[in-house]
């Protein structure tokens, strides 16, 4: 049975940050992060409860547990909302964004601020709806049939998206924490899978952020896209989530 939780806690635990400074005269620490022990100490927890949470036999804990290993962890609100979710379970399922009814919604929803570029996106980073302007953004995209117009993909694996976005590692780094958090309420999600599976075998670097489980949804930022004549332009995009059908749709603005 999947051990999402534990999985979560180690690989936090493993983040070098989290490595108390080294004291004058001593050894050189031979792991990343932190310990067990030193975990369970600093949440004020026994060391046989946290390795139970790390191997799946306690699946549980308070709400109290909870605070203190988000403390500890020094996970963002993000996180913290992640770890709750991973310990309550699923929740109720979004909307297929394949529905007409609301794909017409979206539709009419980014034809609304064209002409800038726009685009929604579900939770598994396909985009549902676009003005042409935030199709043309993807370089190719519009040449691909709707169903294949993923961003995590074209990210991760397409050579256009380096050149096209400056600031592609953080955006593309971005894409993957925000699919760990978009999909928390079911990560064993088979179409998730099928696209994990197909980005781990495409990307070594797809491999080693999923494996990081950082978590973060999208929001607003400012990054540089290049035009298709070579001009870096300065651009901001906001990020408007709709959580109850499980999209976000992001809108391009000139910066500030």
């Known amino acids: 049975m999947p051990n999402e939780l534990g999985e979560f806690l180690r690989a936090r635990r493993a983040d070098a940050a989290l490595a108390p400074p080294a004291s004058a005269g001593a050894g050189r620490r031979r792991i990343s992060g932190l310990r067990r022990e030193e975990i369970a100490t600093l949440a004020g927890i026994s060391v046989d409860y946290y390795v139970r949470l790390e191997q799946g036999r306690e699946t549980h804990p308070s709400d109290a547990v909870l605070d203190a ?3 500890v962890l020094r996970l963002s609100a993000d996180g913290r909302e992640h770890l709750q979710r991973l310990r309550d379970g699923g929740a109720a399922p979004a909307r297929r964004a394949d529905d007409p009814g609301l794909a017409a919604r979206m539709a009419a929803l980014v034809a609304a601020v064209g002409p800038r570029p726009a685009y929604v996106l579900d939770r598994l980073g396909n985009m549902v709806a676009a003005t042409p302007e935030g199709l043309a953004l993807y370089d190719g995209f519009a040449e691909l049939p709707p169903g294949e117009r993923n961003t995590c993909r074209y990210l991760l ?15 593309a780094r971005g894409a993957v924490a925000h699919l760990r958090a978009a999909n928390a309420a079911d990560l064993q999600d088979p179409a998730l899978r099928a696209l994990v599976a197909e980005l781990s075998e495409a990307s070594p670097r797809f491999v080693e952020w999923w494996g990081e489980h950082v978590v973060a949804r999208r929001r607003a930022a400012a990054t540089h896209v290049r035009t298709a004549g070579g001009e870096v332009v300065a651009r901001r995009f906001e990020v408007l989530h709709l959580p109850e059908d499980g999209l976000r749709m992001t809108i391009w603005l000139d910066a500030a």
């Open 157 to 171: 694996t397409d050579p256009r998206a380096p050149r096209t976005f400056v600031e592609w590692e953080d955006l």
């Open 69 to 71: 290993l988000a403390r």
